[in-house]
């Protein structure tokens, strides 16, 4: 059993590795629902960079922390889909790293017992809240 | 190819507006490590980091969406709401969110809360709202979990978008006036197409899930939603 669930875990890390690694680089580079909405009033040129008009996205300002990993690139590599699955392959890592660990880490442990809703016995840690 | 942002950047809401859904997004966050924890035992906390996994990759696979130079992608309350049931899956969300915005500049530190209510907590929350009604009146075959699963991911990605608006409408960077019904028009719209494309991933990948371990999915389980009910026979499983 716990065998065969540790082998699902694992195809699924590996088809997710795929999607963000390989798939990432034919999406779509239009912009989100949301970004889209944010840009109604301005005109945006072949870049996709605002360049006139009156809309809400010209009041976007800088990330706090950008990174070698910004915007789903790597810093130095030119060759986009590259860059980008490159980031999403790292990104799919952490991201499993992070979550898994975190719940493993508060996970009900065999044998342990808890109340009725669980209340009783919960002592969440900080760092597991938001990973 | 620049690959754009795509959760609410820094300068779109205001500070004060943005610290308030931060204390909310974290209060809502700790309650769900205490709500999920008894659920959380050593075959779901692997499977929950597998679909937190899941859904960083998907999101970022934006897809057309029928609508000259707009494009969607996956936002995964419902798939994770589906997969490890309402407080584990808004908290794979909310993981999400937080490596996105400290590790690769996608939504502003700063709005993070914003986000997270958003996404986690309305998405996933408008989602096994739903995912529970329609288990219980829609047959228990593969069809009506396939339905459940797009409609709940349909409905929560326009739920998830509207929380946007409302946060707009209390600290937008620039004041609409009437136009926020504008706004509010031209998001429903663009993310009900949206949903679409979320619902069928959601749909399909659910279905993937209950053909080869249904035991791996929240929504079957007998812990889940719907007790007491058997898990269903979905496709060849045995």
Partial sequence: MRKRTWGFIASGLLVSLLLAGVVSGFASADPDGLESALREGCTVDAEGAVTGGDCPAQREQEHEIGGPLADYGVTGIADDALATGLSGVVGVLLTFALAGGGFWLVRRRAGQQTTGDGDGAAQPTSAAGVG | ??????????????????AIFAVIALAAMALCVQR???HLDDRLAPMAGLVAAFIFAVQMINFPIFTAGISGHLLGGA???LLVGPWVGALCVAVVLTVQALVFGDGGVAMLGLN????????????YLLIVAL????????????????VSALVSVVAAAMGFVLQYQLGGAVDLGDNIAGLAGTIAGTHLLIGIGEGLITAMTVLTVAKTRPDLVYALRARGPVASTPIPAVGGAR
Wanted: without cysteine; proline residues 6%.
């Fill in chain 2, 116 to 127: 997270i209510t958003n996404l986690a907590i309305i998405g996933t929350a408008a989602a």
């Fill in chain 2, 36 to 38: 999920g924890r008894q």
């Fill in chain 2, 79 to 81: 798939l994770a709401a």
């Fill in chain 2, 135 to 150: 288990l219980r009146v829609l047959p228990r075959t593969p069809a009506g979990l396939a339905v459940t699963a797009f």
């Fill in chain 2, 1 to 18: 190819m620049e690959h754009l942002a795509m959760h609410i950047s820094n300068g779109i809401i205001d500070g004060p507006v943005a």
